[in-house]
Each structure stands twice: as C-alpha cells, then as structure tokens.
C-alpha cells in the first residue's frame, strides 16, 4: 500500500458514526485502515484523513479543532447529498475566498469546507 506524505488528524468521540459520514456521505468510500480506534481514508496521492477516536474530548478541546478543504468535480452534486442527510452548508463571501467555497460540519461539529476542483464548475449564486 502507498504511504501519504500528508495527512490530516480529526479526533471523534463517535468513530463509527464519524466512519459512516466520511465513507457514505461524503463518500471517500472504504478505509485503507479501519480499527476500533483509528481509520484511514485515502484522498489523494499522498494525502489521507485520519479520523481518531478520542474519549476526553470535551467544548475546550472542540474550539481548537482543525478545518479541512475538500475540492470535488462535482461540489453541487455532493452538496445535495448532504443536504439529503440534513447538513446545511453556508456559502463563504466572495471577497474572502475568491472563488466559491461552502462550509459545512461533521456529525461532531467538526469543520470542513467544499469547492469546485475548477472555479468553472459550481454556480456562485446557488445556495446549499
């Protein structure tokens, strides 16, 4: 199996729920590594999402939490499956960006953010 030069660590209390998020939802589809306590998804050449099952985390821990930038061929598309599961997304003013961007959280509250591989291909004005 190829190694990530790069990833990234999101600590959850819920491993199973946060799995099913990530592997149907967001459909990263299935783990290169899977454990009671630790699950791999493969993203990207060399790069890869880590999700730990934490039991200490508590509200101080969940504020110095990461964020995460998921670019997609089709963002409207997988934006309207999570909006199918009840994730509501907001859309990022343009002047902060420069290109659209839509924020969205985790079942733990845990934030990620969604954009067009190509600015091209996700209409500016739509909302999710």
Same mark, same amino acid.
């Given at each position: 199996? !190829?190694?990530?030069? $790069? #990833?990234?660590?999101?600590?959850?209390?819920?491993? @199973?729920?946060? *799995?099913?998020? +990530?592997?149907?939802?967001?459909?990263?589809?299935?783990?290169?590594?899977?454990?009671?306590?630790?699950?791999? $998804? *493969?993203?990207?050449?060399?790069?890869?999402?880590?999700? !730990? %099952?934490?039991?200490?985390?508590?509200?101080?821990?969940?504020?110095?939490?990461?964020?995460?930038?998921?670019?997609?061929?089709? /963002?409207?598309?997988?934006?309207?499956?999570?909006?199918? +599961? #009840?994730?509501? #997304? *907001?859309?990022?003013?343009?002047?902060?960006?420069? $290109?659209?961007? +839509?924020?969205?959280?985790?079942? @733990?509250?845990? /934030?990620?953010?969604?954009? /067009?591989?190509? @600015? !091209?291909?996700? @209409?500016? #004005? %739509?909302?999710?």
């Amino acid at each position: 199996m !190829e190694k990530s030069f $790069f #990833g990234i660590v999101i600590q959850v209390s819920n491993l @199973e729920l946060c *799995r099913a998020f +990530y592997r149907d939802v967001l459909g990263l589809g299935a783990p290169v590594m899977d454990s009671t306590f630790w699950v791999e $998804f *493969r993203l990207d050449a060399g790069v890869s999402l880590f999700l !730990e %099952k934490s039991e200490v985390l508590d509200a101080a821990e969940k504020r110095g939490r990461i964020s995460w930038f998921l670019r997609s061929d089709n /963002p409207e598309e997988l934006m309207n499956v999570l909006s199918s +599961y #009840g994730y509501a #997304g *907001r859309k990022l003013p343009a002047d902060q960006v420069g $290109f659209p961007v +839509y924020r969205f959280h985790d079942p @733990e509250g845990n /934030p990620f953010f969604i954009a /067009p591989k190509e @600015e !091209e291909n996700m @209409e500016s #004005g %739509k909302e999710f």
